[in-house]
């Protein structure tokens, strides 16, 4: 790929995450569906997942993400000129979760719309945030990952249930020097592999129904061997490509955050990247798969934690349903301090905001 043109960089200036308090345990869903820990724990490496409490919808745990990215980045909600949420999983389908998140926060100058790329939501979303600012569109653009899958997973398939959960991460995007921040970007998508991962009902092709309810047509239905060697295939192809753009090799990343979508998945990109293990971000145990969310809550923690200072490189990739897939690397620009010392570590931030 051809390097990006020298515009005004765009780079991450804060994280947060939140998950809901409730962990739903492999032992949990034992008592649902004819399955063990062992299975879920050897084929996909997930050990519990969280669940969002009746009264919580997507833009709550949005909400709570945002402001604690607001906080790392030291701007309000009302500098904000645009806030993009992925979501597979809105509020309500009209109006967008980000306008609800916009009038939660108070962000009343911002633009503000749902970014509808299941899985690689987060991905879409660095991509468009840097093109947005690298024009001059924007200055400061609040980047949301947020799903509460479990509200459609059919808790009587054993296929999908065990994989999801619910979880929100958000970062703050600003300007920086050329050279910093994102230098590559890849976006793309086959709408041939649509029936691969689907909702087939609720929108305009199956409107909502008795007959569609009575079919569970309005839960995730997937094809999981089918989706897992594209799933590999295509992180691999969107790493290879972005670290490409950036004139970098494989070696120059020194973490990569990928999708957290099966431990083998992210295991075989792993591998064929020759990333070395500590250098791969993997919280998928505790969470499962969180769709747009995954990223984002991973790098929230992995900032947290220390794992990236200033001048380091960082790869995202994922992949979803649609089929859509994407990647991006980022010249790390946050300084230590500022990560370690907003607020509070990641862990105690969540008991915090519980
Ligand atoms: C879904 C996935 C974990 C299944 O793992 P797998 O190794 O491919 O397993 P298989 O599909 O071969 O199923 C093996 C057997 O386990 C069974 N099985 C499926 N889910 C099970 C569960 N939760 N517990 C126990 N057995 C299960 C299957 O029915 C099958 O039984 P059969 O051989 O009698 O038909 C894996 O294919 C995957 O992760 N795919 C990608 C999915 C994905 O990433 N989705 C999100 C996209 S963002």
Redesign the pocket.
């Known amino acids: 790929m051809t390097p990006l043109p020298e515009i005004r960089g765009a780079t991450i200036t804060g994280t947060g995450m939140y998950v809901p308090d409730r962990v739903l345990s492999n032992a949990d869903l034992e008592k649902m569906?004819?399955?063990?820990d062992e299975?879920?724990v050897e084929?996909?490496g997930i050990r519990e997942r969280r669940m969002a409490a009746p009264d919580q919808a997507s833009s709550d745990l949005a909400l709570i993400a945002a402001e604690r990215a607001l906080a790392m980045a030291g701007i309000g909600p009302g500098d904000l000129d645009q806030i993009i949420v992925a979501t597979t999983t809105p509020d309500r389908v009209l109006p967008s979760c980000a306008c609800t998140l916009q009038q939660k926060l108070g962000a009343h100058r911002a633009a503000a719309y749902d970014m509808f790329a299941?899985?690689t939501g987060f991905v879409y979303g660095l991509g468009l945030a840097r093109g947005l600012i690298g024009a001059g569109v924007a200055d400061n653009v609040l980047l949301v990952g947020v799903e509460t899958l479990t509200r459609i997973v059919d808790f009587t398939d054993?296929?999908t249930c065990?994989?999801f959960g619910d979880g929100a991460g958000a970062a703050v995007l600003r300007p920086c020097k050329p050279g910093e921040g994102v230098l590559g970007v890849h976006m793309q998508s086959d709408g041939e592999l649509g029936d691969v991962?689907e909702v087939p009902a609720g929108g305009s092709r199956e409107p909502a129904s008795a007959d569609t309810v009575r079919a569970r047509r309005h839960y995730i239905g997937?094809h999981?061997?089918k989706?897992?060697p594209f799933?590999v295939r295509s992180m691999e192809e969107s790493l290879r490509k972005v670290i490409g753009q950036a004139g970098w090799n494989a070696e120059d990343l020194d973490l990569v955050i990928p999708?957290q979508?099966?431990l083998r998945?992210i295991e075989a990109v792993r591998e064929r990247l020759d990333t070395p293990n500590d250098r791969m971000v993997v919280n998928i145990e505790r969470y499962g798969?969180t769709?747009s969310a995954s990223i984002p809550i991973a790098l929230d923690e992995a900032v947290r934690a220390g794992r990236l200072k200033p001048g380091d490189g960082v790869g995202f990739a994922a992949?979803?349903?649609g089929a859509t897939w994407g990647g991006s690397v980022m010249r790390w620009t946050i300084p230590l301090e500022t990560a370690l010392t907003d607020g509070v570590p990641a862990a105690a931030a969540q008991d915090a905001g519980a």
């Not at 569906?33 to 063990?36: F, L, N, Q, R």
């Open positions: 569906v004819d399955t063990s299975w879920i084929r996909t299941a899985c054993r296929n065990v994989l991962l997937m999981g061997k989706l897992f799933a999708h979508a099966n998945i798969n769709s992949f979803g349903g």
